[in-house]
Protein backbone atom coordinates (compact mmCIF):
# COMPACT_ATOMS: atom_id res chain seq x y z
CA UNK A 1 0.00 0.00 0.00
CA UNK A 2 1.38 3.43 -1.01
CA UNK A 3 0.62 5.12 3.02
CA UNK A 4 4.14 2.94 4.22
CA UNK A 5 6.46 4.00 1.23
CA UNK A 6 8.30 6.95 0.14
CA UNK A 7 7.73 9.19 -2.73
CA UNK A 8 11.23 7.78 -4.00
CA UNK A 9 9.96 4.13 -3.84
CA UNK A 10 6.49 5.12 -5.39
CA UNK A 11 8.19 6.97 -8.17
CA UNK A 12 9.63 3.74 -9.75
CA UNK A 13 6.25 2.27 -9.81
CA UNK A 14 4.31 5.09 -11.50
CA UNK A 15 2.78 4.47 -14.82
CA UNK A 16 2.13 7.82 -15.65
CA UNK A 17 5.72 9.79 -16.44
CA UNK A 18 4.33 13.24 -14.79
CA UNK A 19 3.29 11.17 -11.48
CA UNK A 20 6.70 9.52 -11.33
CA UNK A 21 8.11 13.07 -12.16
CA UNK A 22 5.92 14.81 -9.34
CA UNK A 23 7.03 11.73 -6.70
CA UNK A 24 10.88 12.19 -7.38
CA UNK A 25 10.50 15.78 -6.73
CA UNK A 26 8.82 15.51 -3.65
CA UNK A 27 11.88 13.44 -2.84
CA UNK A 28 14.38 15.37 -4.13
CA UNK A 29 12.98 18.60 -2.89
CA UNK A 30 11.66 17.51 0.53
CA UNK A 31 8.80 19.02 0.13
CA UNK A 32 4.67 17.78 -0.77
CA UNK A 33 3.45 20.98 -0.56
CA UNK A 34 1.58 22.85 -3.70
CA UNK A 35 0.95 26.34 -3.16
CA UNK A 36 -3.03 27.46 -4.90
CA UNK A 37 -2.25 30.87 -5.88
CA UNK A 38 -6.01 31.86 -6.70
CA UNK A 39 -4.99 35.53 -7.06
CA UNK A 40 -6.67 37.58 -9.75
CA UNK A 41 -4.13 39.74 -11.82
CA UNK A 42 -0.74 37.98 -13.81
CA UNK A 43 1.40 40.37 -11.30
CA UNK A 44 0.51 38.90 -8.24
CA UNK A 45 0.26 35.51 -9.37
CA UNK A 46 3.86 35.50 -10.60
CA UNK A 47 5.23 37.26 -7.41
CA UNK A 48 3.78 34.82 -5.40
CA UNK A 49 5.24 32.53 -7.33
CA UNK A 50 8.63 33.34 -7.23
CA UNK A 51 7.82 34.13 -3.41
CA UNK A 52 6.59 30.33 -2.78
CA UNK A 53 8.79 28.81 -5.45
CA UNK A 54 11.61 27.85 -3.72
CA UNK A 55 8.98 25.80 -1.05
CA UNK A 56 7.05 23.92 -2.96
CA UNK A 57 6.69 21.06 -5.39
CA UNK A 58 3.64 22.37 -7.04
CA UNK A 59 2.33 25.68 -8.07
CA UNK A 60 -1.37 25.70 -8.97
CA UNK A 61 -2.93 27.68 -10.96
CA UNK A 62 -7.16 29.01 -12.04
CA UNK A 63 -5.53 30.98 -15.01
CA UNK A 64 -9.58 31.95 -16.13
CA UNK A 65 -9.90 34.14 -13.11
CA UNK A 66 -6.58 36.17 -13.51
CA UNK A 67 -7.82 39.63 -15.12
CA UNK A 68 -5.05 39.93 -17.76
CA UNK A 69 -3.85 36.57 -18.84
CA UNK A 70 -1.99 36.23 -21.59
CA UNK A 71 0.73 33.76 -23.19
CA UNK A 72 3.48 35.84 -21.18
CA UNK A 73 2.10 34.71 -18.21
CA UNK A 74 2.01 30.88 -18.91
CA UNK A 75 5.34 31.28 -19.96
CA UNK A 76 7.21 32.80 -17.19
CA UNK A 77 5.53 30.53 -15.00
CA UNK A 78 7.09 27.77 -17.08
CA UNK A 79 10.55 29.60 -16.05
CA UNK A 80 9.87 29.60 -12.60
CA UNK A 81 9.17 26.32 -12.35
CA UNK A 82 12.42 25.03 -13.86
CA UNK A 83 14.36 28.23 -11.75
CA UNK A 84 13.03 26.50 -8.36
CA UNK A 85 12.17 22.76 -9.29
CA UNK A 86 8.15 23.08 -8.77
CA UNK A 87 5.73 21.74 -11.42
CA UNK A 88 2.45 23.74 -12.84
CA UNK A 89 -1.29 22.26 -11.88
CA UNK A 90 -3.90 24.34 -13.78
CA UNK A 91 -7.06 23.47 -11.81
CA UNK A 92 -9.62 23.62 -14.78
CA UNK A 93 -11.68 20.51 -13.41
CA UNK A 94 -12.87 19.75 -16.99
CA UNK A 95 -16.11 18.24 -16.57
CA UNK A 96 -17.75 18.06 -19.91
CA UNK A 97 -18.01 15.82 -22.97
CA UNK A 98 -14.97 14.44 -24.41
CA UNK A 99 -14.50 17.11 -27.35
CA UNK A 100 -15.29 20.16 -25.60
CA UNK A 101 -12.40 19.23 -22.84
CA UNK A 102 -10.34 18.66 -25.97
CA UNK A 103 -11.17 22.04 -27.22
CA UNK A 104 -11.22 23.56 -23.72
CA UNK A 105 -7.95 22.59 -22.78
CA UNK A 106 -5.99 23.34 -26.43
CA UNK A 107 -7.80 26.19 -27.30
CA UNK A 108 -9.40 29.73 -26.20
CA UNK A 109 -7.21 32.63 -24.44
CA UNK A 110 -5.79 30.09 -21.80
CA UNK A 111 -4.18 27.51 -24.56
CA UNK A 112 -4.02 25.64 -20.97
CA UNK A 113 -2.12 22.30 -22.55
CA UNK A 114 0.60 24.74 -23.70
CA UNK A 115 1.85 26.06 -20.44
CA UNK A 116 0.46 23.41 -17.45
CA UNK A 117 2.20 20.10 -16.70
CA UNK A 118 -0.86 18.85 -15.94
CA UNK A 119 -4.93 19.37 -15.35
CA UNK A 120 -7.06 17.53 -13.68
CA UNK A 121 -11.15 16.40 -14.84
CA UNK A 122 -14.70 14.99 -12.87
CA UNK A 123 -15.41 11.92 -13.61
CA UNK A 124 -19.20 12.54 -14.25
CA UNK A 125 -18.86 12.54 -18.25
CA UNK A 126 -17.16 9.18 -17.51
CA UNK A 127 -14.12 7.82 -19.03
CA UNK A 128 -14.33 9.36 -22.99
CA UNK A 129 -13.23 12.79 -21.19
CA UNK A 130 -9.80 11.11 -20.35
CA UNK A 131 -9.41 10.06 -24.16
CA UNK A 132 -10.31 12.99 -25.10
CA UNK A 133 -7.84 15.18 -22.96
CA UNK A 134 -5.02 12.50 -23.85
CA UNK A 135 -5.56 13.12 -27.20
CA UNK A 136 -4.64 16.74 -27.07
CA UNK A 137 -0.95 18.18 -28.55
CA UNK A 138 1.23 18.56 -25.76
CA UNK A 139 -0.64 16.56 -23.41
CA UNK A 140 0.75 16.46 -20.12
CA UNK A 141 -1.23 14.67 -17.71
CA UNK A 142 -4.86 14.34 -15.51
CA UNK A 143 -6.12 13.77 -11.71
CA UNK A 144 -9.48 13.03 -11.25
CA UNK A 145 -11.47 14.44 -8.94
CA UNK A 146 -12.41 11.19 -6.58
CA UNK A 147 -13.85 13.17 -3.80
CA UNK A 148 -14.43 16.78 -2.97
CA UNK A 149 -13.69 19.17 0.54
CA UNK A 150 -16.77 21.29 -0.01
CA UNK A 151 -19.83 20.99 1.97
CA UNK A 152 -22.92 18.94 0.79
CA UNK A 153 -20.23 17.68 -2.16
CA UNK A 154 -22.82 14.97 -3.89
CA UNK A 155 -19.58 13.25 -5.19
CA UNK A 156 -19.34 10.85 -2.44
CA UNK A 157 -19.78 7.00 -1.49
CA UNK A 158 -17.69 4.09 -2.39
CA UNK A 159 -19.45 3.42 -6.03
CA UNK A 160 -17.96 7.33 -6.76
CA UNK A 161 -14.85 6.43 -5.18
CA UNK A 162 -14.19 2.90 -6.97
CA UNK A 163 -16.11 5.00 -10.72
CA UNK A 164 -13.06 7.24 -10.50
CA UNK A 165 -10.16 4.37 -9.22
CA UNK A 166 -11.61 2.17 -12.52
CA UNK A 167 -11.18 5.34 -14.97
CA UNK A 168 -7.57 5.62 -13.97
CA UNK A 169 -6.54 2.25 -14.02
CA UNK A 170 -7.83 2.37 -17.71
CA UNK A 171 -5.63 5.11 -18.80
CA UNK A 172 -2.94 4.96 -16.09
CA UNK A 173 -0.28 6.42 -18.50
CA UNK A 174 -2.47 9.71 -18.90
CA UNK A 175 -3.95 9.56 -15.01
CA UNK A 176 -1.52 10.55 -12.48
CA UNK A 177 -3.56 10.76 -9.35
CA UNK A 178 -6.34 11.35 -7.94
CA UNK A 179 -7.89 14.89 -5.90
CA UNK A 180 -9.00 13.42 -2.86
CA UNK A 181 -10.39 13.34 1.03
CA UNK A 182 -9.42 10.27 3.04
CA UNK A 183 -8.39 8.23 0.51
CA UNK A 184 -6.80 5.76 3.49
CA UNK A 185 -10.54 5.25 4.40
CA UNK A 186 -11.33 4.05 1.16
CA UNK A 187 -12.85 0.09 0.66
CA UNK A 188 -11.09 0.05 -2.09
CA UNK A 189 -8.00 1.72 -0.31
CA UNK A 190 -5.81 -1.72 -0.71
CA UNK A 191 -6.35 -2.03 -4.15
CA UNK A 192 -4.84 1.43 -4.90
CA UNK A 193 -1.70 1.66 -6.97
CA UNK A 194 1.34 2.94 -5.02
CA UNK A 195 2.42 4.81 -8.54
CA UNK A 196 -0.53 7.08 -8.16
CA UNK A 197 -0.39 10.69 -6.42
CA UNK A 198 -3.05 11.78 -4.06
CA UNK A 199 -3.13 15.90 -3.86
CA UNK A 200 -5.65 16.92 -0.82
CA UNK A 201 -6.97 20.21 -1.10
CA UNK A 202 -9.07 21.91 2.36
CA UNK A 203 -5.78 22.28 4.15
CA UNK A 204 -5.60 25.10 7.12
CA UNK A 205 -3.45 25.67 10.14
CA UNK A 206 -5.95 28.18 11.30
CA UNK A 207 -9.03 27.94 10.31
CA UNK A 208 -12.20 25.55 9.85
CA UNK A 209 -14.35 26.33 6.67
CA UNK A 210 -15.39 29.65 5.10
CA UNK A 211 -18.56 30.73 4.71
CA UNK A 212 -19.33 29.10 1.59
CA UNK A 213 -18.52 25.82 1.85
CA UNK A 214 -14.76 24.96 2.13
CA UNK A 215 -14.05 22.42 4.93
CA UNK A 216 -10.79 22.73 6.50
CA UNK A 217 -8.40 19.97 7.68
CA UNK A 218 -4.67 20.43 8.91
CA UNK A 219 -1.35 19.19 6.31
CA UNK A 220 -1.31 16.58 9.80
CA UNK A 221 -4.79 14.92 9.25
CA UNK A 222 -4.68 15.10 5.97
CA UNK A 223 -1.70 13.06 5.68
CA UNK A 224 -1.45 10.79 8.80
CA UNK A 225 -4.97 10.35 8.92
CA UNK A 226 -6.30 10.39 5.60
CA UNK A 227 -3.26 9.37 3.21
CA UNK A 228 -2.25 12.27 1.45
CA UNK A 229 0.55 12.73 -0.48
CA UNK A 230 0.28 16.29 -1.05
CA UNK A 231 -1.78 19.18 0.53
CA UNK A 232 -3.03 22.16 -1.32
CA UNK A 233 -3.01 25.41 0.36
CA UNK A 234 -4.33 28.54 -1.20
CA UNK A 235 -5.48 31.35 1.08
CA UNK A 236 -3.43 30.37 4.06
CA UNK A 237 -0.35 30.73 2.33
CA UNK A 238 -1.65 33.61 -0.36
CA UNK A 239 -4.16 35.31 2.25
CA UNK A 240 -1.09 35.52 4.90
CA UNK A 241 0.62 38.84 5.32
CA UNK A 242 3.73 36.40 4.45
CA UNK A 243 3.39 34.16 2.15
CA UNK A 244 6.84 33.33 2.32
CA UNK A 245 7.02 32.38 5.65
CA UNK A 246 3.70 31.09 5.50
CA UNK A 247 4.37 28.31 2.53
CA UNK A 248 7.33 27.48 4.70
CA UNK A 249 5.75 26.88 7.62
CA UNK A 250 2.86 24.71 5.45
CA UNK A 251 5.86 22.98 3.76
CA UNK A 252 7.40 22.04 7.07
CA UNK A 253 3.91 20.80 8.47
CA UNK A 254 3.53 18.39 5.60
CA UNK A 255 6.88 17.23 5.67
CA UNK A 256 6.87 16.21 9.34
CA UNK A 257 3.40 14.70 8.74
CA UNK A 258 5.34 12.07 6.14
CA UNK A 259 8.10 11.42 7.79
CA UNK A 260 5.50 10.61 10.52
CA UNK A 261 3.58 8.40 8.18
CA UNK A 262 6.62 6.63 7.29
CA UNK A 263 7.95 5.44 11.02
CA UNK A 264 4.09 4.03 11.18
O1 LIG B 1 -7.05 26.66 0.46
P1 LIG B 1 -8.20 27.34 -0.25
O2 LIG B 1 -9.53 26.98 0.33
O3 LIG B 1 -8.02 28.82 -0.38
O4 LIG B 1 -8.15 26.82 -1.76
C1 LIG B 1 -8.33 25.49 -2.12
C2 LIG B 1 -8.07 25.30 -3.60
C3 LIG B 1 -9.00 26.08 -4.50
C4 LIG B 1 -10.04 25.08 -4.94
O5 LIG B 1 -10.52 25.36 -6.24
C5 LIG B 1 -9.28 23.75 -4.91
O6 LIG B 1 -8.26 23.92 -3.93
N1 LIG B 1 -10.12 22.56 -4.54
C6 LIG B 1 -10.14 21.40 -5.36
C7 LIG B 1 -9.16 21.10 -6.39
C8 LIG B 1 -7.78 21.39 -6.24
O7 LIG B 1 -9.47 20.41 -7.34
C9 LIG B 1 -11.07 20.41 -5.10
C10 LIG B 1 -11.85 20.45 -3.93
O8 LIG B 1 -12.61 19.53 -3.62
N2 LIG B 1 -11.70 21.52 -3.10
C11 LIG B 1 -10.85 22.56 -3.36
O9 LIG B 1 -10.77 23.48 -2.54
O10 LIG B 1 -8.25 26.53 -5.61
Given at each position: KWLAQSYGTRAKSAKCPAAANLLELMERKKTNLCASLDVTTSAELLKLAEEVGPQVCCVKTHCDVVSDWTEATGAELQRLAKAHDFVVFEDRKFA???????????????????????????ITPGPFVIDALKGVKGAGACLLLAEMSSKGTVATGDAYVKSALD??????????????????????????????????????????????????????????????????????????????????????????????????
Amino acid sequence: KWLAQSYGTRAKSAKCPAAANLLELMERKKTNLCASLDVTTSAELLKLAEEVGPQVCCVKTHCDVVSDWTEATGAELQRLAKAHDFVVFEDRKFADIGNTAALQYECGLHKISSWSDFVNAHITPGPFVIDALKGVKGAGACLLLAEMSSKGTVATGDAYVKSALDMADAHPDFVMGFIDQTPKNWKCAKDVDPGYVHMTPGISLASKGDKVGQQYTTPHMAIVDNGADVVIVGRGIYGASDAKSASAEYREAGWKAYEARLQM
